[in-house]
């Protein structure tokens, strides 16, 4: 397997021309009747019965481009109809959390068998030969820990369902998992980073991990470097969704890391590079048609070799924030910062954000033995020259930029992801 997508060395890659008008692109053409049956289901929930019913009646006369967007606030509100829809239905439902607060939270339901069957048949990267370290954090509704216990499970594998582990017990735990004969590893890309770099730093070999399947984020440029060094021949196998629409698409070892196939049932399009998904699976219960999943995409030929278009995610949805009076992309602050040789990660925490007193840290790590000091300043004075209009807001108010090294990056203690960026509060 090619574990790692190195843009220098990647094979020429055509994008298929299938954009249509008004810069509307789709991975297949659907069927009528496929999207006719999650618009009939959808228009017969309480409350989407406004927002669908016009169109139901008339379906034989529409394209799936001519239906309304479905946004996340839409499909969260959707929760009392889908319980009581999932409570007359022949199979089981999991409830599973994807944002919000505990106080408010944005649920969704899947089906008990959370479509693995179907899944397997176009993914199958474990065999009956496999020992899989379930790494990802089990309970608070969180979907992924189940996940790939059912796969394993359905894949013939042994499963160890560790969930994650603290900093000072992962020696401990790693010898566990060896003793096991543990060959593949399923996490965050954080997770995997957090792994190799204890074992980096404390002189331990890196577990024999032969397949490392990830999700929950993308995997970014630090997780990728510290898996070329240490664990050199696994296979990458990364699953691209959301809790809402669940598994969309796939990749494997030949596959760039931000590119996937998409599964036979999800139908995707390209909006205006907005990726939209409908989910036409008969056991789905949520109505997800033309859901807006907070991605920017394109189609691809994948150096796979897959005749079929896949999905190359690009970033997120207008991720646009309002910082001292002027919109930036936390993408530009975070590419700018790892341009300075000795930085490996970067973080942008802001503190009292939309306050008089806001004030912006990028927090860097940077390589070990470097002048943390002097790179501070370089990195600061790179990314103020570098981000269009940074450097000029900054000037009448120098104390609300600041660039400060660190041993290590928050991570979200639920998830287990590394987020780009964090919202802070000033503690007096």
């Not at 496999?130 to 996940?147: K, Q």
């Not at 890196?206 to 997780?223: H, I, N, V």
Request: aromatic share 6%.
């Amino acid at each position: 397997m090619t574990l790692i997508h190195d843009p220098q060395t990647e094979p020429d890659r055509t994008e298929p021309d299938r954009t249509g008008p008004g810069g509307r692109a789709e991975v297949r053409r659907l069927p009528a009747e496929a999207w006719h049956a999650v618009l009939d289901a959808a228009a017969r929930l309480p409350s989407l019965r406004a927002k669908y019913e016009g169109f139901a009646g008339r379906a034989g006369e529409l394209e799936l481009s001519d239906l309304p967007v479905l946004t996340k606030e839409e499909l969260a509100g959707t929760l009392d109809d889908l319980v009581a829809t999932a409570r007359g239905r022949a199979h089981g439902a999991y409830v599973y959390g994807s944002g919000g607060t505990t106080s408010a939270p944005k649920l969704s339901l899947v089906p008990t068998g959370m479509f693995v069957a179907d899944i397997l048949d176009s993914w199958r990267p474990l065999t009956a030969d496999d020992v899989l370290v379930n790494f990802n954090t089990p309970g608070r509704l969180w979907s992924s820990h189940n996940f790939f216990n059912m796969l394993a499970h359905q894949s013939g594998s042994v499963v160890v369902p560790l969930g994650s582990v603290d900093h000072d017990e992962l020696d401990e735990w790693l010898g566990f998992v060896e003793r096991l004969g543990a060959t593949a590893l399923d996490a965050t890309p954080s997770q995997i980073a957090h792994i190799l770099q204890f074992c980096e730093s404390t002189g331990r070999p890196a577990p024999a991990f032969r397949k490392l399947l990830w999700t929950g984020e993308k995997f970014g440029e630090r997780a990728l470097e510290l898996t070329r060094r240490l664990l050199p021949g696994a296979g990458l196998h990364g699953v691209y969704g959301s809790t809402e629409t669940w598994v969309i698409g796939l990749n494997g070892p030949s596959c760039p890391v931000n590119t996937f196939h998409v599964l036979p049932y999800q139908h995707v399009e390209i909006e205006d590079g907005v990726v939209l998904v409908t989910n036409t699976h008969p056991s789905s219960v949520n109505p997800v048609l033309r859901y807006r999943v907070g991605d920017r995409g394109r189609f691809t030929a994948c150096p796979c070799g897959r005749p079929e278009p896949a999905l190359e995610v690009s970033g997120r949805d207008d991720p646009q924030l309002k910082f001292v009076s002027i919109l930036l992309m936390p993408e530009d602050i975070v590419e700018s910062a790892r341009s300075v040789p000795e930085v490996r990660d970067v973080q942008i925490a802001l503190f009292d954000h939309g306050g008089p007193a806001e004030r912006m840290e990028v927090r860097i790590v940077v390589d070990p033995g470097s002048g943390w000091e002097a790179v501070e300043e370089r990195t600061r004075q790179r990314i103020l020259t570098r981000v269009y209009r940074l450097g000029w807001a900054v000037a009448s108010a120098p104390g609300s930029f600041a660039v400060r090294a660190v041993e290590r990056l928050q991570v979200n203690p639920r998830t287990h992801k590394t987020p780009v960026l964090v919202r802070e509060a000033t503690t007096s």
